[in-house]
Every structure is written in C-alpha cells, then in structure tokens.
C-alpha cells in the first residue's frame, strides 16, 4: 500500500463492517453487565448506557476504521471474521433483538457513507 493511498477515504463497505463489529462487541458487552447486574445495579447500568453506550460504539468503530485503514482488504477480512468468530466463542450467539438493532445501524451507516462517498464525486465533477 502507498503512502498516500492511507490518507484516502475507506470504502463504505470496510467502514459498514467496523461498525458493525464495533456495534456487536459493545453489544455483547453491556449485555454481560446487564446480565449480571440487579436490582438498582441494573437501573444504574441502564441510565449510564444511554450516554456511555454510544460513545463506547464510537470509540470501538472509530479503533477498527483506523486499523483498516493500514491494512490491505484480505487482512481486513481476517480481522473482522476473527473478532466475530471470538466474540461467538467468548459471549455466544447474539438475541434477536441485539441482531436487529446493529443491522438498523448498519443500514444507517451504510447509507450514510454510500450518500457520503456520492457527494464526493459530485464535487470532483465540480
């Protein structure tokens, strides 16, 4: 990989799957405290995830987005199947319920950075 090709945009579907695993690792997280938790432990848990969880997902995302950025496409697929694969070992299988909510965040992202990537060469025809 060139130097100057690590300054480039990564391609919305790399940057889809680091949200989508980013999503699922905090997920599987919270869901283990939560699991855990009882009583006002949980009520405490649920107020702190309305303003931690989102930035725990950004903060997970943002990590794997700049590790892909300097890797080529098959080491992307190896580490995104690895960190899959161990979350399924360690956590288990994902409820329904947390499988729909980070495919809602992967349409969102995906669209996002499809429109994103779209007006990028609108303003290259400029």
């Given amino acids: 990989m060139r130097p100057s090709d690590r300054s480039s945009p990564l391609p919305y579907l790399w940057t889809t799957l680091a949200y989508v695993v980013g999503t699922q690792w905090v997920n599987w997280g919270w869901s283990r405290l939560a699991g855990k938790a009882s009583g006002q432990e949980l009520v405490v848990l649920l107020l702190y995830s309305i303003f931690l969880w989102p930035i725990a ?16 496409g098959v080491v992307r697929a190896a580490i995104t199947l690895g960190l899959l694969a161990l979350g399924l070992a360690v956590f288990g299988v994902p409820t329904v319920w947390n499988l729909l909510f980070t495919g809602f965040i992967a349409i969102a992202v995906f669209v996002h950075a499809q429109r994103e990537d779209q007006d990028n060469a609108d303003l290259e025809k400029l």
């Fill in 57 to 72: 997902v950004a903060i997970a995302s943002l990590i794997l987005i700049a590790v892909f950025k300097h890797t080529p």
